[in-house]
């Protein structure tokens, strides 16, 4: 079985740093795209971030583009999210999802406040 | 850029009836359409991909149609369990690289 399992959200200060944890299991990680998608609250979603299987393509929508880095380690079936310069509206519910076209796992969500 | 555009916002159904939700693209994205359920307090599920495919585990009830710019999700007989807000999706292959999300459905009980 497949399980995705994200960590490390938390209130934060506007202009300050975070970064999101996912780990997976029950799949060779390795041979598939990753994504980040969020949701603020009581809105829809909204895809955030892609990488692919090797790490060497990278995409990110374009509110995020210069302060998000998605990364992911292959030996610990890890992805991740540093996220920087954080504003008021980044804040949300963090899912990680497997998947290149379309998103067929997800996690529980990891939940990201930015606030003073 | 492309854009889905769900309707109707809100879909008000009783169980056991049909509910039909529609994604409208605002141009041809032939079948690389993607449908979820999400329920309050859960992550999204994935219930349809290119257009029409269920993975496996999605009950038969849930049917996905269309092509270009006009997509369908069905639900041939809503469950109690099916009260929940439906999301359309694409992968855009146009530069920039980039995945939607229309706004979502949500499908209440009358």
């Known amino acids: 079985e497949v399980q995705v399992v994200e960590s490390g959200g938390g209130l934060v200060q506007p202009g300050g740093s975070l970064r999101l944890s996912c780990a997976a299991s029950g799949l060779t990680f390795n041979t598939y795209w990753m994504s980040w998608v969020r949701q603020a609250p009581g809105k829809g979603l909204e895809w955030v971030a892609h990488i692919n299987q090797g790490g060497s393509e990278k995409y990110y929508v374009d509110s995020v583009k210069g302060r998000f880095t998605i990364s992911r380690d292959n030996a610990g079936n890890s992805l991740y999210l540093q996220m920087n310069s954080l504003r008021a509206e980044d804040t949300a519910v963090y899912y990680c999802?497997?998947?290149?076209?379309?998103?067929?796992?997800w996690g529980q969500g990891t939940l990201v406040t930015v606030s003073s | 850029e492309i854009v889905l555009t769900p309707s109707p916002a809100t879909l008000s159904l009783s169980p056991g009836e049909r509910a039909t939700l529609s994604c409208r693209a605002s141009?041809?994205?032939?079948?690389?359409l993607a449908w979820y359920q999400q329920k309050p307090g859960q992550a999204p599920r994935l219930l349809i991909y290119?257009?029409?495919s269920r993975p496996t585990g999605i009950p038969a009830r849930f049917s996905g149609s269309g092509s270009g710019t006009d997509f369908t999700l069905t639900i041939s007989s809503l469950e109690p369990e099916d009260f929940a807000v439906y999301y359309c999706?694409?992968?855009?292959?146009?530069?920039?690289?980039?995945?939607?999300f229309g706004q979502g459905t949500k499908v209440e009980i009358k």
């Open positions: 999706q694409h992968r855009s292959t146009w530069p920039p690289t980039r995945w939607t």
């Open positions: 290119d257009a029409s």
């Open positions: 141009q041809s994205i032939s079948t690389s």
């Open positions: 999802a497997t998947g290149f076209a379309y998103h067929d796992h």
